[in-house]
């Protein structure tokens, strides 16, 4: 069973970060691979980096469909999910959608901790896009003040209001470069914090074994 | 790994199918057991079927807790989910939820083959209570004129009206009982179709690994 | 006329309130009964609390059906409800559901106010199963902060910041322990404040004499 | 116990039809009275008569706040009704408001069975405001085709196709002037047919009692 | 082509206004007219004057309707807007309905500034009515703390609060009485800030050139 | 006032009968110029068409920036529309986007005509984007039965059943290949038919003369 994760971005340290997390998760029954995408800009923030994105992207599931079993896309804004899942008859993940759906299976409501206020309005979007609008407690950033603040504290601190203010029960981290911080914040929070690329593997590692894939009946067939 | 499949009717035969088809699914990697509920009803039509499984389901999430990593609901009313819950820390699926939220990340709309109208209205309250209303092409059961045929033609017919006239490209089984018909359906239909056991497998068994579980922050906590 | 009310817990001090309370409106002009329910936890607050009420509250509907002529489940939560309207045909009113339900016909939104924070998203869960979440301002709990105060006062702040912060311009009491109340609050408040127990008279009284009750065409008909 | 119910148009017919349906529900218990609305046109069908209504219905509003202890307005499109329950600190109830939220207690889904097909939009808009859009099987108006049937037999023939192909559980009458037709509807229906002005005596006489009216916290107090 | 803008108040001073702002859009290429309603209230505040403008409002159009190509009611709650619809085939636009859609159209979210608390429910059901209520970050109106503060200091302090409290990317005037108010606004803002008598304008002055109109196919047909 | 027409594909002749259209509408009062995208596929249809013409419309924009002051993207599936927004400061307006805003204003509910089945799912997806799914009637592609019918019946076709059987009131041609259908549909329909480039020439000429664009507070803006 093999599975390529997809970094959307071209950065190697968030590769290999990536990879890491996947190993450790996949602890030997899996075979994962991470790859940067080729041509891709270093970070996906804004609408034309994931579109600077898109070729390299479609390229990695064609010359990697023969090997591979599945394909994720480890960015948590699901860049090109749609594209992704049509040019293939591959089973192909996004973190966002795995992560926010098993978040909503584990408790009232979830709130995702971003890395920036400006990314807000594209989540929020993302997750209506799912049709989970009314089980987000709220897409939470660090606050400026917190400025001197180490980036685990300020997201620690994102997602302790989230859940004492807006009654989320369950986090859910919302950037693929947080690999590594949900098991640091779910001891100290005392609730589920959730990696987008551990729940992508959980489900295309599922998906593998059942069998199953994108439906080809209409939306995801370009041949129909 | 070990999982228990909680039958929450009290019929040895299909505990037995719903067994057959977990052990094929789990293909020795997962240790699944499938007990019966001590106590309910034959089959779980009604409400008041439901709460009669009540007692024993709760008893075997009791008994079995320690030995058990996690707990899966096999009726795809999901009967009692909410106290499943809330009674244990292991991580409990049942098969509506995780199917239906599968289904969600194959295709535009999904459909549920149900196995009588009767239950249409449940189902649909059901998919709602997870919020994925407006991906729900349609419940379909059985037309009673096509009487002469055998329940899985019957089933393939319902399927089929789904695809082709209420625009659904995943089709969920909506019985633990149809066990065993998914692959025979998908082949014949070209498209996914879903078995809520192996939804939950998938699941249950990914949680298991992950190492989380319900939220214990309000909702789902007794205690609090 | 004749109407059962069915306190889903037996404590005995709760069900002389609520028979207080609805002899207050039954103004000696209808004949109400308050019951506790046998075998039923003294206090419904997780939902086993509520599986453990079901047996007994399903007793009591059958032994009185002949006698009365409607049937009222008195816990702000709704426990069993659907259940209770499966097994009769006579008329079953939830104190939660006619209470929510005309709130909504005499102001722009309600809030609820609530025995406990750790009670809100099951009460959110509620509301939105009866599609009026959009007309929920608010699910208010006392705050701990004022601690010191007593029950009454802790309400009658969390109504007022409800109506003020929330824009609430309707008060529903969250529990059938707070009968009583509704009268003192809305003086203070100069907003409606309403009983679920009264709301739920209201409503049974009048299918009552209407003749018209649960449909039995599919969803609450055991048999069909 | 008076209750003055306001016929928003200016048809005596309707008027004494109405005043027979209400006696025979009020049984000698309630006091109530209907008025044809003064300068009204003889039917509300268009946007335009329900503005030309509006005059005289305030006027009446007025002129009988004194001696009357509620209001209702007994066209199902509920005309006006926000400037009613604005002018008045007595309770004001709309039949289509009080028929459609007690439909909503009494089964899955209801269907209005409304006189022209014409107003169909009008009526989806008026549930809508309602937030009860989501229960709404189907608008049903009698078809061109049944030109030589009764009325009853056209209403009866829209009644049961929202039942049976609509997956309604529940009826409502979508015109005052069907007053009268619920219970031989009913008897052949077998499910729930609700008159509007039955269920607004109910809501309205249940709120004399109750001692509550219209929130004037906000937006139905022009004062304030 | 000639555009009738209705101010549904009888004031001289905001007639006069709004034909300034909209003479100011116009630039001599549009033909705008802005008439004070005969016989409406000073200003619309309440239901009731909305009901009081409608005479006059009906009027204006019926008098106008041939030397008019299109009409626009300039009052941000769009009074009688629907009967408006009916009674011309022309075109007819309200600056509430226009202005929130423009504003759909130019960020994640938008705000309505209001004159006073009062009106936010009505605000909140005329969005609601358009079906962009989840499009709608808040209606603010001033705090009565600034109350030494000038009209346009405290409507620019809630526009502030809308963007940064409550994540709005658009303001939204919500009286045709702030007229002018636009551009300054948005200087000191930086974010668009939509005047409703030009949005309008924009949408009336397009149709007129396209030749479409409100459909008389069924809702705003009243002989259909 | 300069308006620049993206048509994201590269075909020739849609883009002259695109041009055309347009200039018909402007009438010589807007300069507007049509350009095909360098790069792009003729036609768009699949998810991979709308990647690969974004490199051609980041280009175009960023070529023309300077000489022109707004933008329309010509596509009915207003792809890459996010991205269009956020790399230039002048208006970007999509013809889906623009024609379903128009449609709402103009009666009770919409149809979209699409080229073909196939397309359906995303055009659903694409209307529930901007929030409109509840005044969707339908989208209607042509059935394949009437396939020796020329493609202009065959839209009629569909409009009609549309119109009669959706209970749409307006109709909006769902790709900007069928440009100059909609006078002559329109006259046999009896209802507004709206094309998607001449809706986006409304709302861009309205914007540039009222000197708004898109907010740059933070979903659009690249830089926050």
Known sequence: MR????????????????????????NGELDVVCKPTPGAPEFIETYEDQIRAAPGMIQLVRENEREFDAFIVACHCDPNLDVMKEITRKPVIGIGEASVKIASMLGHRFSVVSTAKHSIPNKEALIRKYHLQDLLASVRAPENETATASDEEKYLQAARSALEEDMAEVIVLGCAGMAGLDKRLEEKLGAPVLDGV????????????????TS?????NPEC
Do not use: H, W
């Open 3 to 26: 599975i390529l994760i997809i970094n959307p971005n071209s950065d190697l340290e968030m590769t290999a970060a990536i990879q890491r997390s996947a190993d450790n998760f996949a």
């Open 198 to 213: 551990t729940c992508a593997l959980i489900i295309a590692a599922g998906l593998i074994k059942y069998g199953v894939s």
């Open 216 to 220: 080809k009946i209409r939306r995801y």
